[in-house]
């Protein structure tokens, strides 16, 4: 398994981000493309208490030990895709042996959602016929109020 952590990337960004990045990083890695993840923190960065989140990126690959041999390939390959989303890119391996990897995956429902397997909902209204509720909202609570005659009025306190 290997993860790409975004830090401060703009969590919309990051799909057209993990697009471009996974099918070269499992060449690359020589690793299928279902044992890549993306994770996109909705985050920002601070120095010297000004927002330098659209100057920077930080990004952690974490990964098993037996791909450190790649980390030059991959910072390259990294570094070089995150200059179409970022002007400073601070890349971080942090790696793992695999006997600390557990995984608990359910094979009744897919690995991934796709175009094939997710939900499409169509609906039919349109908001062109809509009325606006210009009446008393709370008419049938007034039960509760009973002694409160500008509630019963429609006026607002």
């Known amino acids: 398994m290997v993860n790409i952590v975004l830090k401060g990337m703009d969590v919309f960004l990051a799909k057209d981000f993990e697009e471009k990045?996974?099918?070269?990083?499992?060449?690359?890695?020589?690793?299928?493309?279902?044992?890549?993840?993306v994770i996109a923190y909705d985050s920002m960065i601070f120095h010297s208490g000004i927002d330098q989140t659209s100057m920077h990126l930080?990004?952690?690959?974490?990964?098993?030990?037996?791909?450190?041999?790649l980390e030059d390939k991959i910072a390259t390959f990294i570094l070089k895709l995150s200059k179409q989303f970022a002007?400073?890119?601070?890349?971080?391996?942090?790696?793992?042996?695999?006997?600390?990897?557990?995984e608990e995956i359910d094979h009744q429902y897919p690995l991934y959602l796709d175009n094939s397997n997710i939900a499409n909902v169509e609906t039919s209204q349109s908001d062109e016929n809509t009325e606006i509720f210009e009446g008393n909202i709370f008419s049938d609570y007034e039960h509760i109020f009973p002694n409160d005659d500008d509630l019963k009025n429609g006026k607002k306190h």
């Open 21 to 37: 990045l996974t099918t070269p990083l499992a060449k690359l890695m020589n690793i299928s493309e279902h044992d890549i993840m």
């Open 58 to 69: 930080c990004i952690d690959v974490e990964c098993e030990r037996q791909y450190a041999h």
């Open 87 to 102: 002007i400073h890119t601070h890349l971080l391996f942090k790696y793992f042996e695999s006997r600390h990897l557990h």
